[in-house]
């Protein structure tokens, strides 16, 4: 597969599933025309690194479709000046969309193996930094955020990650609803918060979210 085979799949990806689904912030769109994604797939699966499907990883783990993450990265309206945390960094391929549309942004991952691909794969992004620890906890000694993208599909947003965000900060992630899987974005008010879906859509889900299941007799 060449570099002029990659840049024509990417090109498609763009035409046929960014902007056919409502992926239509003109600095998201040039962000994914031109981050490499063959570059953050197991080289084995390189040639599918554009298909309109998760792509597995390995550990139960995927990186997501470029629909979903292209849609959250348009309704979150990031900022040139936003401080933004990524949950579920996987190997990078969200963190390097973020390092052109941010200020700085900090990728958490709770895999080692995809947080040590992450770093080598984001290694010329200066404004990244990549980090480890447990999803759901986020990284309350960078916060406070402008931004905290979950690139992935999770029971619900946890207090923890609610209060890292400033005053007006916004969420953009994934939800999960039994078997319904649907885009939405929140905004911090006060000591409020509210989450608004906007979409369903195919997205993975991360580890670490799961609500405890209510007992039953």
């Keep these: 597969m060449t570099e002029q085979n990659f840049e024509t799949m990417r090109r498609a990806m763009v035409a046929n599933q960014l902007r056919t689904t409502a992926v239509n912030d003109q600095r998201v769109v040039a962000a994914m025309t031109a981050v490499e994604r063959e570059r ?13 499907a998760a792509l597995p990883l390995g550990e139960g783990r995927a990186l997501n479709l470029p629909m979903a993450t292209g849609r ?22 969200a963190a390097a969309l973020l390092a052109r549309l941010a200020k ?3 990728a958490l991952e709770s895999d080692s193996a995809l947080a040590a691909q992450a770093r080598a794969n984001l290694a010329d992004a200066a404004n990244v ?9 986020g990284w309350p000694s960078a916060a406070p955020f402008d931004l905290i993208v979950v690139d992935g599909a999770v029971e619900a947003v946890p207090q923890a990650l609610i209060d890292q965000l400033v005053d007006g900060g916004r969420i953009a992630c994934g939800i999960a609803a039994g078997s319904v899987l ?11 918060f ?24």
């Design 40 to 52: 953050f797939v197991p080289a084995d699966r390189a040639a599918l690194a554009y298909l309109d």
């Design 72 to 93: 959250l990265l348009t309704e979150a309206s990031v900022r040139q000046d936003d401080r933004v945390l990524l949950i579920g960094a996987a190997t990078g391929y």
């Design 104 to 106: 700085s942004v900090v």
């Design 129 to 137: 930094e990549v980090v480890e620890g447990p999803l759901a906890a």
């Design 182 to 192: 649907r885009l939405a974005i929140g905004r911090k008010g006060g000591a409020g």
């Design 194 to 217: 509210g989450l608004s879906a906007f979409a369903d859509a195919d997205i993975i889900a991360l580890p670490g979210f799961e609500q405890p299941k209510p007992f039953r007799f």
